[in-house]
């Protein structure tokens, strides 16, 4: 089954304690990308990746790093989580330039930071 | 920078009736892609539909259809027949062509009453 898994679902941490959320795909898709959801901003992006080893800023960055060391994995890494980072996140996949339309996302992950 | 709004945080319509729901954007991209996203209460992120810019027709997905005005850069998502199961947050998204920097509305609360 295609899918993008998200692990792990919830996640209750505190403040300056590092965490890593983790994000695999199965679908050998070239382009990952983490969003956060915040209730009346929508959805915002906080990195892509195109390939392996090539990632680049979304709008809001900071305060996060990820990495592309394999096709399949794309974790987002917090290494002094705040509470302003309490959010739900998702990690989204697809296959190529333009076919958004095959984009996958992940369950999700339910952030707080107390 | 791209900027995706919807300006209606939250609707509500009867079984069986149509809903429009409004999205607009702006930018100075010639070439790029409007996807319109559903989110019910699972979290789960839906592709409902896509639109390449440039193409004039109108995308359809059964009883989902769009108004796409490229000149008003306006970009609305119709839904016919309303049901239950369309109950849901619904997010436009805006990605220009050749990137994956993926700019989304605030989204709209859509509740269909029986």
């Known amino acids: 089954e295609a899918q993008v898994t998200q692990n792990p679902r919830y996640l209750i941490t505190v403040t300056g304690k590092k965490l890593t959320v983790t994000c695999s795909q199965n679908?050998?898709?070239?382009?990952m990308s983490w969003y956060r959801q915040d209730p009346g901003l929508g959805l915002r992006q906080i990195y892509y990746s195109m390939n392996v080893e090539v990632t680049d800023k979304g709008d809001v960055p900071e305060g996060y790093k990820v990495s592309r060391k394999e096709k399949r994995n794309f974790p987002l890494i917090l290494e002094s989580p705040s509470p302003n980072q309490t959010s739900l996140y998702f990690c989204?996949?697809?296959?190529?330039?333009?076919?958004?339309?095959?984009?996958?996302f992940g369950q999700g992950t339910r952030l707080t930071v107390v | 920078a791209q900027t995706v709004t919807q300006s209606q945080p939250e609707m509500s319509v009867q079984e069986a009736e149509t809903v429009t729901l409004s999205c607009t954007y702006d930018t100075s991209e010639s070439n790029y892609y409007l996807f319109w996203y559903k989110q019910p209460p699972s979290r789960q992120m839906i592709l409902v539909i896509r639109q390449e810019a440039y193409k004039q027709q109108n995308a359809t997905e059964n009883r989902f259809s769009v108004n796409f005005q490229k000149a008003a850069k306006s970009f609305s998502l119709k839904i016919s027949d309303s049901q239950l199961g369309d109950t849901a947050m619904y997010f436009c998204?805006?990605?220009?062509?050749?990137?994956?920097?993926?700019?989304f509305g605030t989204g709209t609360k859509l509740q269909v009453i029986p």
């Open positions: 998204a805006f990605i220009p062509g050749g990137y994956q920097k993926v700019t």
């Open positions: 989204a996949s697809s296959s190529g330039q333009g076919a958004w339309n095959e984009a996958f």
């Open positions: 679908m050998n898709h070239e382009y």
